[in-house]
């Protein structure tokens, strides 16, 4: 758990104990209620309404205090969840890199792909296929999968990488033709997997 975390879980604590004191003190009023506004005599008819609202009271209050442990552990899995995610996100990942920054218009684009595994166990891959999209603020101008073969998974050691593939674009895009000066994202995910990377570049 980081900082970040640390201070949602200490607030939400905070706002907990005071939600809880907050309705300690309404069920509490609602006994003195009844109690002077009958006077102490559990015969009459006040008491007996009163004793029933009280009883409400209480039976709400649990309802509501319920409903209200139930959203904090939502928030809490889902903070949780979250930081697991963002965990795997950043110890496992394609690393995206092209020869150069900047190309002139018909240039090849050389793109390398590699698998980077920064976890403290081994990765198994189903396959090292990919899919490759390229586009710029407004479209996207190219997609490509790429389907490699292999026998058996693929085994990525602990604090080490693995070359993936190699890719040459010639900037055209889907309809074989010359794209536009623009910058543009290079993205590539696994096909078996959730890992994806990108870079971006720009055509001058």
Not at 18 to 40: M, N, P, R, Y
Not at 69 to 74: E, G, Q, S, T
Not at 88 to 105: C, F, K
Request: charged share 20%; aromatic share 8%.
């Amino acid at each position: 758990m980081n900082k970040d975390q640390a201070a949602i879980v200490l607030i939400i604590m905070v706002v907990t104990i005071l939600f809880l004191v907050t309705l300690w003190e309404s069920i509490q009023k609602c006994a003195d209620w009844e109690s002077h506004i009958c006077g102490g005599y559990k015969t009459r008819p006040c008491y007996i309404l009163l004793r029933r609202v009280s009883r409400l009271c209480s039976n709400l209050a649990e309802c509501v205090f319920a409903v209200f442990a139930l959203c904090v552990m939502i928030v809490v899995s889902g903070l949780s969840l979250r930081s697991q995610q963002k965990n795997v996100d950043e110890t496992m990942y394609l690393r995206v890199e092209t020869d150069r920054n900047s190309y002139a218009p018909g240039e090849e684009v050389r793109i390398s792909i590699t698998y980077v595994n920064d976890q403290k166990v081994d990765v198994f891959l189903s396959s090292l296929s990919y899919s490759l999209e390229i586009s710029n603020q407004n479209e996207v101008v190219l997609i490509v999968t790429v389907h490699q073969t292999g026998e058996g998974p693929v085994r990525v050691q602990s604090f080490s990488e693995l070359f993936v593939s190699s890719y040459s674009w010639n900037q055209k895009g889907m309809d074989r033709g010359q794209v536009q000066r623009n910058r543009y994202t290079i993205k590539v995910c696994l096909l078996d997997s959730t890992i994806c990377g990108a870079t971006t570049i720009d055509t001058r």
